[in-house]
Structure formats: structure tokens, C-alpha cells
Nanobody, 119 residues
């Protein structure tokens, strides 16, 4: 099992930047992949970005070129750098962990952090 704690959300103007952090209770080398999902108001949760322990990254089309996922193994922390934020990026952002290649997303989530982008 793993516990995930997000931080770094807040209110930002359109065009601004935020960096979200996800602290894990396990060594990141023992986790197959880390991910970020978000749930906009009134919508379903959606994939934002994922990154495997080998460094392979995947992004939603809507955030490509603006968001960057990274991980600091020494700090057991994953990050989501969000630049050029748009109103449509307003959502609750969740950190997620996929422990093995045989497991799927959805078993482990953080508590979520609110990101609000204003005009």
C-alpha cells in the first residue's frame, strides 16, 4: 500500500503557473508509475499525466506543452508543473499511484488539491 498527500493548489490568474507536489509513503523506486488526474466541476475525473519509474511520460492532449510531470526519488515526491494555465484547467487535482505493471490506476489516490484559474 501507499499513502499520497498532495499540496500546491490554489488560485491563479490565467496564463500563470503552479506546481503541485505529491508526497508518497513509499520509495518511488518501488512504485511502477505515478500519475495526476483532475476532476473539473460537474465532470468526470480525467487523466492529466503519468510517468513510469523508467521515465516514460504520457499527457492528455489538452495539457501537452504546458504541463510537465516529474519525480524526485530522493524525496519520494512527484510533481506536476503547470504553466500557461487556462480557465479550463480549473479542477480538483488528484495524485495517483500504480504500484506494479499488473495493477491499474484507481487503487491509490491522494485527497485532492483544488486549482482555480481566474480570468
Amino acid at each position: 500500500q501507499v499513502q499520497l498527500v498532495e499540496s500546491g493548489g490554489g488560485l491563479v490568474q490565467a496564463g500563470g503557473s503552479l506546481r503541485l507536489s505529491c508526497a508518497t509513503s513509499r520509495n518511488l523506486f518501488s512504485i511502477y508509475a505515478m500519475g495526476w488526474y483532475r476532476q473539473p466541476p460537474g465532470k468526470q475525473r480525467e487523466l492529466v499525466a503519468t510517468m513510469t519509474s523508467s521515465g516514460s511520460q504520457k499527457y492528455a492532449d489538452s495539457v501537452k506543452g504546458r504541463f510537465t510531470i516529474s519525480r524526485d526519488n530522493a524525496k519520494n515526491t512527484a510533481y506536476l508543473q503547470m504553466n500557461s494555465l487556462e480557465l479550463e484547467d480549473t479542477a480538483i487535482y488528484y495524485c495517483a499511484a500504480r504500484l506494479t505493471v499488473y495493477s491499474d490506476w484507481g487503487d491509490y489516490w491522494g485527497q485532492g488539491t483544488q486549482v482555480t484559474v481566474s480570468s
